[in-house]
């Protein structure tokens, strides 16, 4: 549990895989998040555009915009001092040109105070991805299943199940690698495929739904608190109830303040200048 420890940095994470220490990684939101992120003892923090259905509502990640994303990197930002915080590039940010691509992702390491960012894909964004390493922006890669592409995958979330799309994602992995990616997401791929990956490159693979072989593994924090709402997916484990939490405290305040409980004399304050007070007092003119 240490706040205050040694920065973590984008070097960090490859000497912690060949010194074989696993890496934490927690997807967060906001301010409070990060700082209970970094107090016990997280590793990197990755603001996902995860948000758009984990915090605001909408459907899959989507409708989540470069100043949503920007709001909320800066949030967690302002609440970590150790921690490595990366940010996702959300739908349209980099898909479109190399310009636009090496543009936003400056923005999320001079606006908001990311130290690096994550985008979905490989060879398909070659271009991007080279441009925006070559400007000095970390660039976390992320394979297997990924959200921005939910309707080209239709409902099957696992990747990588026939031997034909595991070597696809396998030439993938060492893509990203060999164009300078520090790290590597795979999502929901099978544990075998992942276990492959992982020793095939130098740099870490973070896992999320790909079994226990990766160098790392990441979760969404409102996931692993039980904050969520909906079907829990399979690879999620669930650490705490924040959610019965939330809702009991939540109902004994609205039992309170019907029965008159809340507040009391311990949650008041008094005037300095009476005790008492009417309004006939309050109409008079002076």
Not at 33 to 39: D, I, K, L, Q, Y
Not at 175 to 187: I, K, R
Not at 191 to 210: D, H, K, N, Y
Not at 278 to 283: G, K, N, S, V
Request: charged residues 25%.
């Amino acid at each position: 549990m240490d706040e205050e420890g040694k920065p973590v940095y984008v070097t960090d994470l490859a000497a912690m895989k060949r010194a074989g220490r696993r890496i934490v990684v927690v997807t967060a939101y906001d301010t409070p998040s990060a700082r209970c992120a970094e107090v016990a003892g997280v590793d990197v923090v990755l603001v996902g555009d995860s948000v758009g259905n984990v915090v605001l509502g909408h459907a899959n990640t989507l409708a989540v915009t470069m100043e949503a994303m920007l709001h909320h990197v800066g949030a967690v930002a302002r609440g970590l001092k150790r921690c490595l915080l990366v940010a996702d590039m959300p739908f349209l940010s980099y898909q479109t040109d190399v310009a636009t691509a090496v543009r936003n992702a400056g923005r999320f390491l001079q606006e908001a105070g990311a130290q690096a960012v994550k985008l979905e894909g490989g060879q398909a964004f070659r271009g991007q991805l080279e441009a925006i390493i070559a400007a000095g922006i970390p660039v976390m890669g992320h394979l297997g299943y990924t959200p921005q592409s939910v309707h080209a995958f239709g409902s099957e979330r696992v990747r990588g199940r026939s031997l034909e799309e595991a070597r696809g994602l396998y030439r993938e992995a060492k893509f990203l690698e060999q164009v300078g990616c520090f790290s590597l997401v795979l999502e929901c791929v099978p544990a075998e495929l992942a276990r492959v990956v992982t020793e095939a490159v130098a740099i870490p693979t973070i896992g999320i739904g790909s079994g226990p072989h990766c160098d790392g593994q990441v979760l969404v924090l409102h996931d692993l608190l039980g904050w969520s709402f909906g079907p829990r997916f399979k690879f999620v484990k669930e650490y705490g109830n924040v959610r019965g939490a939330v809702t009991g405290a939540l109902g004994e305040y609205c039992r309170e303040v019907r029965e008159g409980a809340f507040p009391t004399e311990e949650h008041s304050f008094h005037a300095r200048e009476y005790e008492r007070l009417t309004r006939e007092e309050l109409e008079e003119t002076g």
